[in-house]
């Protein structure tokens, strides 16, 4: 069964740290990229990075560009978003999801097939 | 930077009844790049239509996709109680942006 399976969500202080770990199991992860998304009720979903499957490109948002760190552990299957400097608008809830670029007739197709559940944090004082 | 608006915000229908949903895109678009999500509360997004019209696997053939250029439609042609969700679109450019959603809510 294709998963993927967030967790390290949690309660931060302004400027702290966090770490969230998405785990992928029932596909072969070094097929694919990776992307984390996040979702606040205010600016809805918003992609925050995604990964290229060597791990080799990462291409962030501006607004965590600096204070996040994306990377991959491709034999353990995961993917890990290292948050810093963490403010208050960092708020949501974030999802990993697989990210599918596929070239069929000619074309390429780009969509996200296969999300996690999402994990929670909250930056607060 | 490619900005999607959604219209309407909110549907209000009844069950059975025809639902058209658009995404404008703030410049012309690959129909490739063009996909739909489903949304319920508590649960993460799910993929619905990519490739403008292309159904996801296990997705009812009651949803369908069109449109190119700028304007694009989700349309599902007779709703079903589950159907009442919040639906996205979404492109990719440089990384992935999202419409602001529309919330079809039983009338």
């Known amino acids: 069964q294709v998963q993927l399976v967030e967790s390290g969500g949690g309660l931060v202080k302004p400027g702290g740290s966090l770490r969230l770990s998405c785990a992928a199991s029932g596909f072969t992860f070094t097929d694919y990229f990776m992307s984390w998304i996040r979702q606040t009720p205010g600016k809805g979903l918003e992609c925050i990075a995604y990964i290229t499957s060597s791990g080799r490109t990462i291409q962030y948002a501006d607004s965590v560009k600096g204070r996040f760190i994306v990377s991959r552990d491709n034999p353990k299957n995961s993917v890990y978003l290292q948050m810093n400097s963490l403010r208050a608008e960092d708020t949501a809830v974030y999802y990993c999801?697989?990210?599918?670029?596929?070239?069929?007739?000619?074309?390429?197709?780009?969509?996200?097939?296969?999300w996690g559940k999402g994990t929670t944090v909250t930056v607060s004082s | 930077e490619i900005v999607l608006t959604q219209s309407p915000g909110t549907l209000s229908l009844s069950p059975g009844e025809r639902a058209t949903l658009s995404c404008r895109a703030s410049q012309s678009v690959s129909t490739t790049y063009l996909a739909w999500y489903q949304q319920k509360p508590g649960l993460a997004p799910r993929l619905l239509i990519y490739g403008t019209s292309s159904r996801a696997t296990g997705i009812p053939d009651r949803f369908s996709g069109s449109g190119s250029g700028t304007d694009f439609t989700l349309t599902i042609s007779s709703l079903d109680p589950e159907d009442f969700a919040v639906y996205y679109c979404?492109?990719?450019?440089?990384?992935?942006?999202f419409g602001q959603g529309t919330k079809v809510e039983i009338k």
């Open positions: 979404q492109h990719h450019d440089t990384l992935w942006t």
């Open positions: 999801a697989r990210d599918r670029r596929d070239l069929m007739g000619g074309y390429y197709y780009y969509y996200l097939d296969v």
